[in-house]
């Protein structure tokens, strides 16, 4: 086997966790150690310490930890008490969850299309969405902008939409914490945002995790109240109905280690992002990042004509490059969410995206002979 064989032969990750590991590891390791020492696995000092850090990191008055990206979405619907014959906007092109959470809540999630050229929820079509919305009689409360693949969604446009008809803004920034929107930190910019933790996001801990965010002094004491079964001033007096919400302490510790590094690593997934962008833009449509917004690159996404991503994936995984579709069905072609009601006009650029997406490696340690090598493989592949 030659030189050459040998270096095509070697399996590159999708996302390396391990690398981040092999940097981190010892670091992490004796913040674990110290929490194995304390013993208070449960809301221990290093939720609080987090808690803060993640507040000042993005500018928000509040950043509440808790289980999930799930739970955090999920908990802000049930602080605002959203809830049968409420009707909540939610972009079609997105991981199933930004939807779960309000169909869990009682309330009809009503699926909005997104731009083709950002991924995200386009204000008109929200704005139709809520028109489907009040003809079926469902009283619209709330709107569901999701920063998809680390690049925050257009919430000016977003916001005056919001404005015109009442609807609270939830941000489901479960793939960008760490994203800047004019100038401002995604978790400062809407009524709540949502992130996770989940290990393949930006910034992901070791199992589930999530956090969210406001200004708003009363939804923050009630999130933290819905985290622990809505317990009153005495833990065994529950005043409302709420969720076992809360992030491990050793998820806390080991996230503390990582944010020391996060805004280093996010310039790594730009220069990669760039890298990317140049070595592909002729071949392939490349992600537009107007130059409003910074994207942490949650995912690379590129887009092909209908019909010629497979044999993309199938000649990068032949050479050891995996390659993921981020979504191959918008959610209203998912059994569990066909039945939602969905925005007038229909959801053409969700339907678009779902047969030309396709996602390549990227994260923080992506070298550049390893993108060399993956950027060669696509052009080589889409030549053919
Ligand atoms: C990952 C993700 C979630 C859910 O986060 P979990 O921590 O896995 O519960 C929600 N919305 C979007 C857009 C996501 O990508």
Redesign the pocket.
């Known amino acids: 086997m030659n030189q050459h064989a040998r270096l095509d032969d070697r399996a590159i990750p999708f996302i390396d966790v391990a690398a981040q590991r092999r940097r981190l590891g010892h670091a992490i390791d004796e913040a674990i150690a110290r929490v194995l020492a304390h013993c208070q696995f449960i809301q221990g000092p290093e939720v609080r310490a987090l808690e803060a850090e993640l507040a000042a990191f993005c500018g928000a008055r509040h950043a509440i930890a808790c289980s ?4 955090a ?1 999920r908990l802000v619907l049930m602080a605002w008490g959203i809830g049968p014959g409420d009707a909540v906007i939610c972009p079609a092109f ?2 199933c ?2 939807a779960e959470v309000v169909a869990l809540c009682g309330a009809t999630p009503v699926l909005a299309d997104v731009q083709a050229d950002t991924f995200n929820l386009d204000p008109a079509s929200c704005e139709r969405a809520v028109t489907a919305a009040k003809k079926l009689g469902l009283k619209p409360c709330a709107v569901i902008p ?1 920063d ?1 693949f680390g690049l925050p969604a257009d919430h000016d446009g977003i916001a005056a939409v919001a404005a015109a008809h009442g609807l609270s803004v939830l941000d ?1 920034a ?2 960008a914490f760490g994203a800047v929107y004019k100038g401002r930190n995604l978790g400062a910019l809407a009524a709540a945002t949502a992130t ?3 290990p393949a ?1 930006p910034l992901g801990c070791y199992g ?3 956090a969210i965010f406001t200004d708003d002094d009363d939804l923050a004491a009630r999130l933290k109240r819905l985290r622990v079964h809505g317990e009153g001033s005495d833990k065994y007096d529950a005043v409302e109905i709420g969720l076992t919400g809360r992030l491990d302490t050793i998820q806390a510790a080991i996230l503390l280690e990582k944010l020391k590094i996060f805004p280093e690593e996010i310039l790594a997934r730009g220069r990669a992002a760039a890298r990317y962008a140049a070595g592909l833009a002729d071949v392939a449509t490349v992600p537009r990042v107007g130059n409003e917004s910074n994207s942490v690159w949650a995912q690379y996404t590129i887009r092909l004509a209908p019909g010629r991503r497979d044999a993309l994936a199938a000649a990068l995984k032949a050479q050891g490059i995996p390659t993921g579709i981020y979504y191959a069905k918008p959610l209203n072609r998912q059994a569990a969410y066909r039945g939602f009601p969905v925005a007038e006009g229909g959801l053409p650029a969700s339907e678009q995206l779902a047969e030309e997406v396709i996602s390549l490696p990227m994260h923080g340690y992506l070298d550049e002979p390893v993108q060399d090598r993956i950027i060669a493989a696509v052009r080589r592949a889409l030549a053919r």
């Open positions: 999930s990206g799930t739970d979405l997105t991981f969850a930004t999701v998809l489901d479960a793939q996770s933790f989940f996001k589930d995790g999530g």
